[in-house]
């Protein structure tokens, strides 16, 4: 692991686990596919409408960063995915945070290419306020993104109906 993404982790070492017979430099995060208990699944689906060239993902339940991982994992896979397609992620059912650092990662990963928007709709102030810094992080990286309550404000910005 490079000594940036370490030193975002090291803020939540319970996120790491250290590999039998290596330094403490040797640090790893979590696998992508860790199972967790039932209780803690976040349900995470989307759909991809071509003709809007958009990618809809719908977040519920709590969020975990092995479960949006995943998400942006099987987004890449799929073979109609474009990085170029906009994103609408409704987050109305979502519940939970995640920390800095996996806010920080999530943006760094995003299958989503520059030149695409993408809105964040949240109902509740917790996950809004955490959509907000998801939404600093990807704008420092060149993102168009927005984070909204209103899921037809949030279409209209995009252009789509």
Same mark, same amino acid.
């Given at each position: &692991?490079? *000594?940036?993404?370490?030193? !975002?982790?090291?803020?939540?070492?319970?996120?790491?686990? &250290?590999?039998?017979?290596?330094?403490?430099?040797?640090? !790893? $995060?979590?696998?992508?596919?860790?199972?967790?208990?039932?209780?803690?699944?976040?349900? /995470?689906?989307?759909? @991809?409408?071509?003709? !809007?060239?958009?990618?809809?993902?719908?977040?519920?339940?709590? /969020?975990? @960063?092995?479960?949006?991982?995943?998400?942006?994992?099987?987004?890449?896979?799929?073979?109609?995915?474009? $990085?170029?397609?906009?994103?609408?992620?409704?987050?109305?059912?979502?519940?939970?945070?995640?920390?800095?650092?996996?806010? +920080?990662?999530?943006?760094?990963? *995003?299958?989503?290419?520059?030149?695409?928007?993408?809105? @964040?709709?949240? *109902?509740?102030?917790?996950?809004?306020?955490?959509?907000? !810094?998801?939404?600093?992080?990807?704008? +420092?990286?060149?993102?168009? @993104? +927005?984070?909204?309550?209103?899921?037809?404000?949030?279409?209209?910005?995009?252009?789509? *109906?």
């Amino acid at each position: &692991m490079g *000594s940036a993404l370490r030193d !975002q982790f090291e803020a939540r070492p319970e996120s790491l686990v &250290m590999m039998a017979g290596r330094s403490t430099l040797d640090w !790893q $995060p979590l696998p992508l596919f860790t199972r967790l208990p039932e209780s803690t699944w976040m349900s /995470i689906t989307y759909h @991809i409408d071509r003709s !809007q060239h958009l990618v809809v993902s719908e977040w519920s339940g709590k /969020i975990t @960063i092995q479960e949006a991982r995943a998400h942006f994992a099987a987004l890449k896979a799929d073979p109609g995915f474009d $990085p170029t397609m906009r994103h609408l992620s409704e987050a109305l059912g979502a519940e939970g945070t995640l920390s800095f650092g996996e806010l +920080r990662l999530l943006a760094f990963e *995003s299958p989503f290419g520059d030149s695409g928007r993408a809105a @964040i709709v949240a *109902s509740s102030d917790l996950v809004f306020g955490v959509s907000k !810094q998801y939404e600093a992080f990807a704008e +420092r990286d060149g993102r168009d @993104i +927005r984070v909204f309550r209103d899921l037809n404000e949030a279409r209209a910005w995009l252009g789509v *109906s």
